[in-house]
């Protein structure tokens, strides 16, 4: 894919969709991130290489309302590169992602339970945080399985969301045409 007007016209709303999304999730405390929609958005239309672009500049934006955000890049770049590079990920079928969403969702699980873990001490911005607190304080298991039973559980739930509405847009006849056109 060549870069033109056009493609980076899309990355820049792709970026901005990851950041409505992100404030959203870290305002409300949902249990789900909504930071990659744009991510996995740029990974279906232009692939793994512009789904990595956008995961960069969207940890770096994202900085500006959730200062841990910067810190959770490799969750992005896993999440646009697995976004391009799966295209049956893409198909319009509702059934299939429930079974194919963990192909993205357990290795972005693993790096971010890593980060949150190691670099924060289980305590961060997401809405998950309150959850594994309060594993924790009923539970003396080690912190990591804790966030990362919490995360796979959350990634899963927030990546199914996220390319559930994504394939949905993507498979639209008219932003197909916008594309092509």
Known sequence: MKINTKTLTMLALCVAINMAGSMIGVLVKIPVYLDSIGTIMAGFTFGPIFGLLTGVITAFVNTIGDPVALYFMPTQLIVGFTAGYFTFLKKDDVKSKFYLTPVMSIPAAIS??????????????????????????????????????????????????????????????????????
Do not use: E, H
């Not at 809405?127 to 966030?147: K, N, T």
């Open 112 to 181: 971010s339970a890593l980060i949150a873990t190691y670099l924060f001490g289980t305590v961060t911005t997401a809405g998950s945080s309150y959850i594994v607190q309060a594993i924790r304080a009923v539970v003396d298991f080690p912190d990591f399985l804790v966030v990362l039973v919490i995360q796979i559980i959350t990634d899963y739930a927030d990546k199914l969301i996220s390319i559930l509405l994504v394939s949905k847009v993507y498979n639209m006849n008219a932003f197909q045409n916008l594309i092509k056109n």
